[in-house]
């Protein structure tokens, strides 16, 4: 498949879950739409690179709208639950990048499986507190 279907492709994706959108969360669209595209054949690496082009193409910062999805070999390592709070806590700023990354290095290769007490207790011993208000 040329790299011009697989943009329209993903395009679709995109569209057809904002379309279906009844009320969802970003971080529930994004999954439906990464879902969506593995299940049509795409790869992790190939969508985060599609997505980066869709940006270009829109000429959109693609620093401030990139999408920090996990790998097929991480996701596994958290419940929905926890993938979502790790998500909120990253996106109101409670953790940075780098603490984004490390929870999800060091998480991912201490447990099998990470919900939500699993994240706290992570950050609590590293000297953050995640125990915040999102509103």
Do not use: C, H, W
Request: net charge negative; proline share 2%; aromatic share 8%.
């Amino acid at each position: 498949m040329k790299k011009e279907d697989k943009l329209l492709g993903v395009l679709v994706e995109i569209v057809r879950n904002f379309m279906d959108n009844k009320r969802k969360d970003i971080e529930t669209l994004e999954k439906n739409i990464v879902e969506g595209l593995i299940g049509k054949g795409y790869e992790m690496d190939e969508i985060n690179d599609l997505l980066d082009s869709v940006f270009n193409m829109m000429n959109i910062d693609n620093q401030e709208f990139k999408l920090r999805l996990l790998t097929e070999e991480e996701m596994p390592n958290f419940s929905d639950e926890g993938r979502s709070y790790l998500i909120d806590l990253k996106n109101n700023l409670i953790i940075n990048e780098e603490e984004f990354e490390n929870a999800i290095i060091e998480l991912s290769l201490q447990n099998p499986y990470n919900g939500v007490k699993d994240i706290k207790r992570y950050l609590m011993s590293k000297g953050i507190n995640p125990d915040v208000i999102f509103s």
